[in-house]
């Protein structure tokens, strides 16, 4: 049972590269999100979609772009990579009604030098 | 503007010394509060979610309440293995069921 996968799990980018994490979940949830975690801040919305071809975006979405062309998968996208967006990134899914239970990946390291 | 607040920010406690930590919020509408375990290196994961005032849950040593400004993780007895980040998460009436709204965590650190 995978659950939530996410990749890479660590990745270190130049100011300026442009790069995907890629989210991939196995239990036909609607709803995926990403949020970032940084010390001090707590876990941050970043971007949601409530099922595939929408998609919204959250708290902090400067920088950041996604699409959710399947179900399963929701790829977060930095096209031009800043030191400001080092943090650990966290995929999240869920089924999207009242009880739900919300599940998250591992995470993905990101540092930008 | 909504809020989640966790204190305290770290607890250091002795092997079966129990102790209680806060989550408290000032959202406009709740429909669900949510509590997290994260280990070092980790995603969250899940333990409780809870929905109305007076409401308990409980999973070994921890206790989940809910009043309708605060809710309190119960530890109860803990062990070193329950040294983590704790989190606090809401959910908002009127927004996607997946959002959550996060508190900063508190650091639990129990010494054998």
């Known amino acids: 049972n995978a659950g939530v996968t996410q990749t890479p799990k660590f990745q270190v980018l130049k100011t300026g590269q442009s790069m995907t994490l890629q989210c991939a979940q196995d239990m036909n949830h609607e709803y995926m999100s990403w949020y970032r975690q940084d010390p001090g801040m707590g876990l941050r919305l970043i971007h949601y979609?409530?099922?595939?071809?929408?998609?919204d975006q959250g708290e902090v979405p400067n920088g950041y772009n996604v699409s959710r062309s399947t179900t399963e998968d929701f790829p977060l996208r930095l096209l031009s990579a800043a030191p400001s967006q080092t943090s650990v990134y966290f995929c999240?899914?869920?089924?999207?009604?009242?009880?739900?239970?919300?599940?998250f990946g591992e995470g993905s390291w990101l540092t930008v030098v | 503007e909504d809020q989640v607040t966790q204190s305290p920010e770290a607890l250091r406690l002795q092997e079966g010394e129990s102790s209680s930590l806060n989550c408290s919020y000032t959202v406009s509408g709740l429909r669900g509060l949510f509590w997290y375990r994260q280990d070092p290196g980790k995603g969250p994961e899940f333990l409780f979610t809870?929905?109305?005032a007076g409401e308990e849950k409980e999973k070994e040593r921890l206790k989940a309440t809910l009043t309708k400004k605060e809710s309190f993780l119960h530890i109860t007895a803990p062990k070193p293995e329950d040294s983590a980040t704790y989190l606090c998460?809401?959910?908002?009436?009127?927004?996607?069921?997946?959002?959550?709204?996060f508190g900063q965590g508190t650091i639990l650190t129990v010494h054998p």
């Open positions: 809870l929905y109305s």
């Open positions: 999240a899914s869920s089924p999207t009604f009242s009880g739900n239970t919300i599940y």
């Open positions: 979609s409530v099922g595939a071809g929408i998609t």
């Open positions: 998460a809401v959910q908002l009436s009127g927004t996607s069921y997946g959002k959550l709204t």
